[in-house]
């Protein structure tokens, strides 16, 4: 299997801000998102990033995306490397997160025609692509609707549908199923299978442990920034479920913090 994503000893810290500090109940001035992190994926499957809130796994995937920098470290998108090119990593790869903001004046079809000229993509090609994305996702009835005024769940598959007009490799999703409604999130789900069966390559990060074994084929536990454990599925058969492996390594983590 080929490997397309290596993620070598990623390094990443936040300056805190006095009100951070105050929050967080800290006097530290800058906080680790994410320490010594390397993993691996490999082309067809999907990898499962699990781990807590604040646990670094936006943070990752924001360096993979080539988003923000890291502070050392590097991560590798089909043999890619995100400092040295982040535009070439950024032609390979779908970025998805909740908390992307869709310009609420436009519709889903000019924001889509629009990220398909950015990305090269040539009208013929746009759509088809289009046409079966929108009807796939139930927005072609809603093509000609302003954002502003499209469902939190429509908003969320037009942003979906957006993040994949180049046809990307590896699809990188924060939190694929957040705040979506079942019929959604089911729809999303079937997709990310649909990806894989294609060939794709998808990176997810979730904390949610029936996803992870209902669709990864891979997955890495990640806690205060660092990876912890990672296997192949395969390894989390009943009596060691998932659920079961994650808190004995975070029970374990939190003792070595209060050692």
């Given at each position: 299997m080929k490997v397309i994503?290596e993620?070598?000893?990623?390094?990443?810290?936040?300056?805190?801000s006095?009100?951070?500090?105050?929050?967080?109940?800290?006097?530290?001035?800058?906080r680790?998102?994410?320490n010594?992190?390397?993993?691996?994926?490999?082309?067809g499957?999907?990898?499962?990033?699990l781990?807590?809130n604040?646990a670094?796994?936006?943070?990752?995937l924001?360096?993979i995306?080539?988003?923000?920098?890291?502070?050392?470290?590097?991560a590798?998108?089909?043999?890619?490397?995100?400092?040295e090119?982040?535009?070439?990593?950024?032609?390979?790869?779908?970025?998805?997160?909740?908390d992307l903001?869709?310009d609420?004046?436009f519709?889903p079809?000019?924001?889509?025609?629009?990220?398909s000229?950015l990305?090269?993509?040539d009208?013929?090609?746009?759509?088809?692509?289009?046409?079966?994305?929108?009807?796939?996702?139930?927005?072609?009835?809603?093509?000609?609707?302003?954002?502003?005024?499209?469902?939190?769940?429509?908003?969320?598959?037009?942003?979906?549908?957006?993040?994949?007009?180049?046809?990307?490799?590896?699809?990188?999703?924060d939190?694929?199923?957040?705040?979506l409604?079942?019929?959604?999130a089911?729809?999303?789900?079937?997709?990310?299978?649909?990806?894989?069966?294609?060939?794709?390559?998808?990176?997810?990060?979730?904390?949610i442990f029936?996803?992870?074994e209902?669709?990864?084929?891979?997955v890495g536990?990640?806690?205060?920034?660092?990876?912890v454990?990672?296997?192949g599925m395969?390894?989390?058969?009943?009596p060691?479920?998932?659920?079961k492996?994650?808190?004995?390594?975070?029970?374990?983590?939190?003792?070595?913090?209060?050692?």
């Amino acid at each position: 299997m080929k490997v397309i994503l290596e993620v070598k000893r990623l390094k990443k810290t936040f300056k805190l801000s006095k009100k951070q500090q105050k929050i967080e109940k800290s006097k530290l001035k800058e906080r680790i998102a994410v320490n010594d992190l390397s993993f691996s994926a490999y082309e067809g499957q999907i990898y499962g990033l699990l781990g807590p809130n604040g646990a670094g796994k936006t943070t990752t995937l924001r360096i993979i995306s080539t988003l923000i920098k890291q502070d050392s470290g590097d991560a590798f998108v089909d043999g890619v490397s995100v400092s040295e090119q982040p535009e070439k990593v950024r032609s390979k790869i779908g970025f998805l997160t909740s908390d992307l903001k869709l310009d609420e004046f436009f519709t889903p079809n000019y924001l889509f025609n629009y990220f398909s000229n950015l990305h090269g993509v040539d009208e013929v090609t746009r759509n088809a692509r289009k046409l079966a994305m929108f009807v796939k996702f139930g927005i072609d009835e809603f093509s000609e609707v302003k954002v502003s005024d499209l469902s939190t769940g429509m908003k969320q598959k037009v942003s979906l549908v957006i993040s994949l007009v180049h046809d990307p490799k590896i699809i990188i999703f924060d939190e694929p199923t957040n705040g979506l409604d079942v019929i959604t999130a089911k729809t999303v789900i079937d997709f990310l299978l649909d990806l894989r069966a294609q060939g794709k390559t998808i990176i997810l990060s979730t904390h949610i442990f029936s996803l992870v074994e209902r669709i990864c084929d891979q997955v890495g536990i990640i806690i205060d920034g660092r990876m912890v454990f990672e296997a192949g599925m395969e390894e989390f058969k009943e009596p060691n479920s998932l659920e079961k492996r994650f808190f004995e390594l975070y029970e374990a983590s939190r003792g070595e913090h209060h050692g």
